[in-house]
T-cell receptor, first 112, second 116 residues
Framework: GENVEQHPSTLSVQEGDSAVIKCTYSDSASNYFPWYKQELGKRPQLIIDIRSNVGEKKDQRIAVTLNKTAKHFSLHITETQPEDSAVYFCAATSGGYQKVTFGTGTKLQVIP | GAVVSQHPSRVICKSGTSVKIECRSLDFQATTMFWYRQFPKQSLMLMATSNEGSKATYEQGVEKDKFLINHASLTLSTLTVTSAHPEDSSFYIC????????????FGPGTRLTVL
């Protein structure tokens, strides 16, 4: 089955700096890669996703890149703000109602 | 995206009792729902895939007789934790696929189960 690794497990950045979280996956059939933000005690919220036919996607301060050959994908957050502090999960799925495999999570702390 | 609710949001029970958690898709009909468990400071672990009108598909290591799943309608799936024990204490979250893209999952608010 699919295995998703995520690094780093914790990340502290100064407000205004950029944050990068990296994930790798094992199943070459995976073709959909969502990123979720989870605040303490709350549900994961989808923040951005990318499909395998696209190499990069951007939404305001958030961007995701995908390297299918290397089976890598990354989340980039620019101009970080304290409200970006949360746990971020990457995930991979083969799509079409298939199950999602989550990474281990990255706790991001943005220091004011 | 899809709007998903869960009930209850928090439950405390004694060891040996059974607890039922409801997951509802509020704005569209969901043939497939997923149930996850999340222990503190850990990732979401898929427990089972709930299919409307048929038996749930359980992940390896998840006891189907302990975690009973019923998906009797297109808007409701239930997870019953039978004979709960303290080690079952966790955050249980359901998700629904769709309401937009066919493979995007939208999560319920979760249920915090504490077994004393």
């Amino acid at each position: 089955g699919e295995n998703v690794e995520q690094h780093p497990s914790t990340l502290s950045v100064q407000e205004g700096d950029s944050a990068v979280i990296k994930c790798t996956y094992s199943d070459s059939a995976s073709n959909y890669f969502p990123w979720y933000k989870q605040e303490l005690g709350k549900r994961p919220q989808l923040i951005i996703d990318i499909r395998s036919n696209v190499g990069e996607k951007k939404d305001q301060r958030i961007a995701v890149t995908l390297n299918k050959t290397a089976k890598h994908f990354s989340l980039h957050i620019t101009e970080t703000q304290p409200e970006d502090s949360a746990v971020y999960f990457c995930a991979a799925t083969s799509g079409g109602y298939q199950k999602v495999t989550f990474g281990t999570g990255t706790k991001l702390q943005v220091i004011p | 995206g899809a709007v998903v609710s869960q009930h209850p949001s928090r439950v405390i029970c004694k060891s040996g009792t059974s607890v039922k958690i409801e997951c509802r898709s509020l704005d569209f009909q969901a043939t497939t729902m997923f149930w996850y468990r999340q222990f503190p400071k850990q990732s979401l672990m898929l427990m089972a895939t709930s299919n409307e009108g048929s038996k749930a598909t359980y992940e390896q290591g998840v006891e189907k007789d302990k975690f009973l799943i019923n998906h009797a309608s297109l808007t409701l799936s239930t997870l019953t934790v039978t004979s709960a024990h303290p080690e079952d204490s966790s955050f249980y979250i359901c998700s629904v696929v769709g309401g937009g893209a066919v493979d995007t999952q939208y999560f319920g608010p979760g249920t915090r189960l504490t077994v004393l």
